[in-house]
């Protein structure tokens, strides 16, 4: 029977298995039974997840259940959305019929049956099942961008109450005679990506690891090894094609990667696609966060050339990694042209194995010995620099936006000012034609004119420079984001390690166990400070072009501005 319940303080969630209370909010709980200190049930909105079971007071049985609680609200009861069903079957028959058709087409550009007005990618047929606490990513963010309105697939269909989520046996886990303790909180990352799991030896090995990933000692310490066929694929020519006799639109976008032989076409949905595949694979790479979403003005040209900018730095950053760069899933988006083709590669990658803590084992670590607490005095020092640089970068990305609002309202509107006043100053002075020098008068009506196209160059200026310096702060922004929860499973990894040394100096735990703690506990910390080393490097290489493209553009537009003010100064010289 489904529970009253009142929030008792505000809850924010930080995944997709919670959701949000606020104090003195009505909730249903489906049980009052708690999970490891979590209650499942619903919010006052309609949403459906966890909360902390202390947040919470239970005010006793509900008349009508979660299912009752949420169907007269449910959008499938709308007739808004009844009629977008009977239009959504609508297309699916003219698909299966043969009537829908696109006004373009290329070779590598799929046009697939589960196309929706959010280009993401909804297609349930083809997506193998995965476990819940897998759900999220394994960076800790969400596999799909939730920020914008009707995101949840949820709230399309009718309300179904998630299963109960089995509750760990700590004793059946540790039949191998390890007592080390376990993290009962299924939604730390340290465990959701099961990188715990691995440290504690509870990742079975593969009889055969196709794929292997490389960490050599340089000259800063770990490193990946290069990818041995580095390329670049640029990113161009968007254009809007349509689908189903118009019904559908979509932006496409020009792929030609410089290993390949022919360009490919993709849409958002398929970008969002392959994100959502290196999240769940990579556990411990920062991996660039694909362009926002946006619900409106999705066609619209600033819209997609923004978009556009956005894209081509996250494919250099693709490319440019060692590891993510040789993903076969990745190689796969960037080459395929045929359609049947695409569905097996699309259904290969969303079935691979080595995903998550399986990923960790396919590193080959060098040999050379690197103490624990050297390595956890280096992770503190980047996690340091990494919380500094994201407030630098946020302060930088605010004060660029101020400027570019500036550019294109207050510098142009005060420009412009000034230039009507020398225009009006003119025509003043043409009010006594007699006394009055037309030459001055023509010379101070240009200054006035000059003034004003000042103001359209300061407008038009945020274009050539401040958009882009505002594009590399957003990728930066993501990639910072991305590392507290890689830093965790590092700390977690080094917590474990710490714990099985104290254990086995007490004798409750094998030396060898230790030491298989300790090795493995190796490869997390070569990995993280691989991935480390490859953020400085591009760092320092992307700041380094992003400074230099703002300073030339600086240079020019004032060159331009003084130019056109010499050249009205010159009116004055021979009056």
């Given at each position: 029977?489904?529970?009253?319940?009142?929030?008792?303080?505000?809850?924010?969630?930080?995944?997709?298995?919670?959701?949000?209370?606020?104090?003195?909010?009505?909730?249903?709980?489906?049980?009052?039974?708690?999970?490891?200190?979590?209650?499942?049930?619903?919010?006052?909105?309609?949403?459906?997840?966890?909360?902390?079971?202390?947040?919470?007071?239970?005010?006793?049985?509900?008349?009508?259940?979660?299912?009752?609680?949420?169907?007269?609200?449910?959008?499938?009861?709308?007739?808004?959305?009844?009629?977008?069903?009977?239009?959504?079957?609508?297309?699916?028959?003219?698909?299966?019929?043969?009537?829908?058709?696109?006004?373009?087409?290329?070779?590598?550009?799929?046009?697939?049956?589960?196309?929706?007005?959010?280009?993401?990618?909804?297609?349930?047929?083809?997506?193998?099942?995965?476990?819940?606490?897998?759900?999220?990513?394994?960076?800790?963010?969400?596999?799909?961008?939730?920020?914008?309105?009707?995101?949840?697939?949820?709230?399309?269909?009718?309300?179904?109450?998630?299963?109960?989520?089995?509750?760990?046996?700590?004793?059946?886990?540790?039949?191998?005679?390890?007592?080390?303790?376990?993290?009962?909180?299924?939604?730390?990352?340290?465990?959701?990506?099961?990188?715990?799991?691995?440290?504690?030896?509870?990742?079975?090995?593969?009889?055969?690891?196709?794929?292997?990933?490389?960490?050599?000692?340089?000259?800063?310490?770990?490193?990946?090894?290069?990818?041995?066929?580095?390329?670049?694929?640029?990113?161009?020519?968007?254009?809007?094609?349509?689908?189903?006799?118009?019904?559908?639109?979509?932006?496409?976008?020009k792929l030609t990667p410089s290993h390949a032989g022919s360009p490919v076409y993709r849409r958002y949905k398929h970008f969002d696609w392959l994100y959502n595949r290196l999240l769940h694979k990579f556990t411990v790479i920062s991996v660039p966060h694909l362009p926002e979403k946006q619900a409106t003005g999705r066609?619209?040209?600033?819209?997609?050339?923004?978009?556009?900018?956005?894209?081509?730095?996250?494919?250099?950053?693709?490319?440019?990694?060692?590891?993510?760069?040789?993903?076969?899933?990745?190689?796969?988006?960037?080459?395929?042209?045929?359609?049947?083709?695409?569905?097996?590669?699309?259904?290969?990658?969303?079935?691979?194995?080595?995903?998550?803590?399986?990923?960790?084992?396919?590193?080959?670590?060098?040999?050379?010995?690197?103490?624990?607490?050297?390595?956890?005095?280096?992770?503190?020092?980047?996690?340091?620099?990494?919380?500094?640089?994201?407030?630098?970068?946020?302060?930088?990305?605010?004060?660029?936006?101020?400027?570019?609002?500036?550019?294109?309202?207050?510098?142009?509107?005060?420009?412009?000012?000034?230039?009507?006043?020398?225009?009006?100053?003119?025509?003043?002075?043409?009010?006594?034609?007699?006394?009055?020098?037309?030459?001055?008068?023509?010379?101070?009506?240009?200054?006035?004119?000059?003034?004003?196209?000042?103001?359209?160059?300061?407008?038009?200026?945020?274009?050539?420079?401040?958009?882009?310096?505002?594009?590399?702060?957003?990728?930066?922004?993501?990639?910072?984001?991305?590392?507290?929860?890689?830093?965790?499973?590092?700390?977690?990894?080094?917590?474990?390690?710490?714990?099985?040394?104290?254990?086995?100096?007490?004798?409750?735990?094998?030396?060898?166990?230790?030491?298989?703690?300790?090795?493995?506990?190796?490869?997390?910390?070569?990995?993280?400070?691989?991935e480390m080393n490859h953020f400085h490097q591009r760092r320092e290489l992307d700041f380094k072009h992003m400074m230099q493209n703002y300073l030339r553009q600086q240079i020019l537009f004032y060159q331009r501005v003084g130019q056109q003010l010499e050249r009205t100064l010159r009116m004055y010289d021979h009056l």
């Amino acid at each position: 029977m489904a529970l009253k319940g009142r929030a008792l303080y505000d809850f924010r969630s930080e995944n997709k298995e919670e959701i949000s209370i606020q104090q003195n909010e009505d909730l249903v709980i489906f049980s009052e039974v708690s999970l490891d200190g979590w209650l499942q049930g619903q919010n006052s909105r309609g949403e459906t997840g966890l909360f902390p079971a202390s947040y919470v007071e239970i005010l006793g049985p509900t008349t009508a259940g979660p299912n009752d609680a949420h169907s007269s609200g449910s959008p499938s009861d709308s007739p808004g959305t009844q009629v977008s069903l009977y239009a959504s079957s609508s297309v699916a028959c003219a698909v299966r019929s043969g009537e829908g058709s696109g006004s373009l087409s290329h070779p590598g550009s799929f046009e697939e049956d589960d196309d929706d007005d959010w280009d993401d990618w909804d297609d349930g047929s083809t997506v193998v099942d995965e476990p819940q606490a897998c759900a999220l990513g394994t960076n800790g963010h969400p596999p799909l961008n939730l920020s914008y309105p009707g995101a949840y697939p949820s709230q399309h269909m009718a309300f179904r109450p998630k299963p109960p989520l089995e509750r760990q046996d700590s004793l059946a886990l540790a039949k191998r005679g390890s007592v080390m303790g376990r993290n009962l909180n299924r939604f730390s990352c340290f465990v959701r990506s099961g990188v715990e799991a691995f440290i504690l030896g509870d990742v079975p090995m593969m009889t055969k690891v196709i794929e292997t990933y490389a960490i050599e000692m340089g000259p800063l310490g770990p490193q990946w090894k290069a990818n041995p066929h580095p390329f670049a694929c640029t990113v161009e020519d968007p254009t809007k094609q349509t689908k189903f006799k118009g019904i559908k639109s979509y932006i496409s976008y020009k792929l030609t990667p410089s290993h390949a032989g022919s360009p490919v076409y993709r849409r958002y949905k398929h970008f969002d696609w392959l994100y959502n595949r290196l999240l769940h694979k990579f556990t411990v790479i920062s991996v660039p966060h694909l362009p926002e979403k946006q619900a409106t003005g999705r066609f619209e040209e600033d819209f997609i050339e923004k978009r556009k900018r956005r894209l081509i730095l996250w494919m250099d950053h693709m490319t440019s990694h060692p590891v993510l760069s040789q993903y076969e899933g990745f190689q796969h988006f960037l080459s395929c042209l045929d359609n049947r083709q695409w569905k097996m590669g699309k259904r290969r990658a969303e079935r691979d194995e080595m995903v998550g803590a399986s990923f960790l084992l396919t590193f080959q670590i060098p040999t050379e010995h690197q103490d624990l607490q050297d390595v956890e005095d280096r992770v503190d020092t980047f996690k340091a620099f990494s919380k500094k640089m994201d407030d630098s970068v946020l302060q930088l990305s605010t004060v660029a936006s101020e400027l570019v609002r500036k550019h294109v309202g207050g510098f142009r509107k005060e420009f412009q000012k000034l230039g009507s006043a020398f225009l009006a100053i003119s025509h003043s002075f043409r009010m006594d034609p007699p006394f009055g020098s037309e030459a001055l008068n023509s010379a101070i009506s240009h200054t006035g004119r000059t003034y004003e196209a000042v103001g359209e160059m300061f407008a038009e200026q945020p274009k050539n420079d401040l958009f882009q310096m505002l594009d590399m702060l957003s990728l930066y922004q993501g990639l910072l984001s991305n590392f507290p929860d890689i830093i965790h499973l590092q700390k977690g990894a080094f917590a474990k390690v710490k714990e099985s040394q104290r254990m086995s100096d007490e004798g409750r735990l094998a030396q060898e166990e230790t030491d298989g703690v300790r090795r493995r506990c190796r490869v997390v910390g070569f990995a993280l400070q691989a991935e480390m080393n490859h953020f400085h490097q591009r760092r320092e290489l992307d700041f380094k072009h992003m400074m230099q493209n703002y300073l030339r553009q600086q240079i020019l537009f004032y060159q331009r501005v003084g130019q056109q003010l010499e050249r009205t100064l010159r009116m004055y010289d021979h009056l």
